[in-house]
């Protein structure tokens, strides 16, 4: 049974931090490029962070370059998204990503997890 199981969202306030961190199973996530989206109310969802199945590249979205730091703990199935200097701008539900390309493609989603940025 595939799960991708989001936590650590929140409520912080602008300025502050939070990591959140996805634990996958049920495939095979050191396999995987892993990404971070997000959600904002009336907002379609964006991309926000990805790395590749090594760790050995990431992408981010401009609004979040130098804020986020996306990373990977193949040994645990985990998949991390820091941030900093957060503001209201981030406030939305934040969804891990698992996908695969070639013969065994998939696209997985996590249910997500709200990070609320207010004072």
């Known amino acids: 049974q595939v799960q991708l199981v989001e936590s650590g969202g929140g409520l912080v306030q602008p300025g502050g931090s939070l990591r959140l961190s996805c634990v996958a199973s049920?495939?095979?996530?050191?396999?995987?490029?892993m990404s971070w989206y997000r959600q904002a109310p009336g907002e379609e969802r964006e991309l926000v962070a990805r790395?590749?199945?090594?760790?050995?590249?990431?992408n981010y979205a401009d609004s979040v370059k130098g804020r986020f730091t996306i990373s990977r703990y193949n040994a645990e199935n985990t998949v991390y998204l820091q941030m900093h200097s957060l503001s209201p701008e981030d406030t939305a539900v934040y969804y891990c990503?698992?996908?695969?390309?070639?013969?065994?493609?998939?696209?997985?989603w996590g249910q997500g997890t709200q990070v609320t940025v207010s004072s």
């Open positions: 790395i590749s199945s090594a760790g050995d590249s990431t």
């Open positions: 990503n698992a996908r695969r390309a070639g013969l065994y493609h998939y696209d997985y």
């Open positions: 049920g495939f095979a996530f050191s396999r995987s490029v």
